[in-house]
């Protein structure tokens, strides 16, 4: 396994929330509009999106929604990841169980108990993180949105990843792979699950405790197909 494998395991996940919302008749962009300040980020003026149109059903939403999100070539412009190391990422994790293909589409879906359990008990084994130089960058970890103000003490500076378009003076923490902040600045829910990781893998126990429970909270809202009740 890769670090890489990690990220696009995690923005599988992401993208399969946004299928439930399609389902449910949610647009996808209206999560993003209604969470102004999750960016750490200096915004910029083009992001990706999906492009939708709203008088369309919600069956040929999602059959869209599938065609232009989930295969080699849109999983590389939203994860920065090449098409080359996606694939070989997929190959790897349906080797190893993490993830299987659709039997009707062939759309990859990730075993998110499984996933799961590797993150909160291996990840810092096997990936381990340590706290560096003080940068400009992106706030991950206790001092990303989804954790601000959480154990964190008056002063301390915040871990972040390492990036000029950050807006968050900190201690430098190397992402899971080099694509990380461009793929966050493309999907806040990812921003949130490599965000939680990091905390599992710099943390003491208190901070990884307060991690796993964030990350069950957000992967249980992921309803894969192949795991309907994993986390029921």
Not at 5 to 27: F, H, N, P, R, T
Not at 43 to 60: A, F, K
Not at 187 to 207: F, K, N, S
Request: charged share 25%; hydrophobic share 40%.
């Amino acid at each position: 396994m890769k670090s890489q494998d990690i990220v696009l395991l995690l923005k599988l996940v992401s993208l399969a929330q946004s299928e439930k919302a399609l389902k449910a008749g949610e647009l996808p962009t209206r999560a993003k509009k209604a969470l102004p300040d999750w960016q750490d980020w200096e915004v910029e003026s083009e992001q990706n999106s999906l492009d939708l149109e709203p008088h369309w059903s919600r069956h040929e939403l999602h059959e869209r929604f599938i065609t232009e999100q989930y295969g080699v070539r849109a999983l590389e412009k939203s994860t920065g990841i090449s098409r080359t190391q996606i694939s070989l990422a997929l190959k790897r994790c349906y080797a190893v169980g993490l993830a299987k293909p659709e039997h009707s589409t062939g759309t990859p879906r990730v075993n998110s108990k499984a996933l799961f359990e590797f993150l909160v008990y291996g990840l810092r084994y096997v990936f381990p993180a340590a706290a560096g130089a003080v940068t400009r960058g992106i706030s991950t970890s206790l001092g990303a949105p989804v954790l601000e103000g959480k154990l964190m003490t008056a002063g301390e500076l915040l871990p972040v990843w390492p990036d000029a378009r950050g807006n968050t003076k900190g201690v430098s923490v190397e992402p899971l792979y080099k694509s990380v902040t461009y793929a966050v600045r493309q999907d806040q829910q990812l921003y949130a699950l490599l965000a939680l990781t990091d905390a599992l893998r710099l943390g003491q126990p208190r901070e990884r405790k307060l991690a796993e429970s964030q990350l069950y909270a957000l992967m249980r809202k992921e309803v894969s197909p192949w795991h309907k009740s994993q986390f029921m």
